[in-house]
């Protein structure tokens, strides 16, 4: 079986701060997701990949910029890191509609 | 109006009660997954189940395409089944990937 990693699990950053999300796959899927999950409600798209260097925008897309530079990886920035940015960002993999999910990375912004 | 409507949004049970969770749909369907998490846990994949019905232990998951509706029975539930379980669609239409609701809560008190 494959495996997504998220780095880091944890990130405390800066009001103002530029900061960057990482996520790998193993599966070699070709779509891949990154939401947020706030508490109490539920999971938001910020940006998907259908292939390398493919970036389509979610709902929640403004305040962040993604990379799909390789099939296996992409990534997340924060562009300018606000209180209201504390939330856990989920990477996952789907191949055929069956999602797979990494852990997650916690971001506080101080 | 919201694509994916999940019923209840809490539940309380005693352990050993059975429970259904609804989840219905007003979209298309290109296949939908059951996801249970645990506080401050990661997802977990239940069932990907696009039609019809699978079991997983005291899981069992149904999908009616042509009701738009699927659900997920909890047979004679363990404490260890708190959490939250969410269900998601795939949909290629409009470019959205993969719609989720918004989740029940369910809490089992031995």
């Known amino acids: 079986g494959g495996i997504i990693t998220q780095t880091p699990k944890f990130l405390i950053g800066q009001e103002g701060q530029k900061l960057t999300l990482k996520c790998q796959q193993n599966?070699?899927?070709?779509?891949m997701y990154w939401y947020r999950q706030d508490s109490g409600k539920g999971l938001r798209l910020i940006y998907y990949?259908?292939?390398?260097?493919?970036?389509q925008k979610g709902d929640l897309s403004e305040g962040y910029d993604a990379s799909r530079e390789k099939k296996s990886s992409f990534s997340l920035t924060v562009t300018s890191a606000q209180k209201n940015e504390m939330a856990v960002f989920l990477c996952?993999?789907?191949?055929?509609?069956?999602?797979?999910f990494g852990k997650g990375t916690r971001l506080t912004v101080v | 109006g919201q694509q994916v409507q999940q019923s209840p949004a809490s539940l309380v049970l005693q352990e050993g009660e059975n429970a259904e969770l609804q989840c219905n749909f007003s979209t298309s369907l290109n296949s939908m997954q059951w996801f249970y998490q645990r506080p401050g846990g990661s997802l977990v994949s239940l069932f990907y189940?696009?039609?019809g019905t699978k079991h997983s232990g005291r899981l069992t998951s149904t999908t009616v395409i042509k009701e738009r509706r699927s659900s997920l029975h909890i047979s004679s539930s363990q404490t260890t089944d708190s959490g939250t379980y969410l269900c998601a669609l795939a949909t290629y239409q409009g470019g959205r990937a993969l719609i989720f609701g918004t989740g029940t809560t369910v809490s089992v008190s031995p």
């Open positions: 599966f070699n899927h070709d779509t």
């Open positions: 189940n696009p039609s």
């Open positions: 990949s259908i292939t390398e260097n493919d970036l």
């Open positions: 996952a993999s789907s191949i055929e509609g069956q999602v797979f």
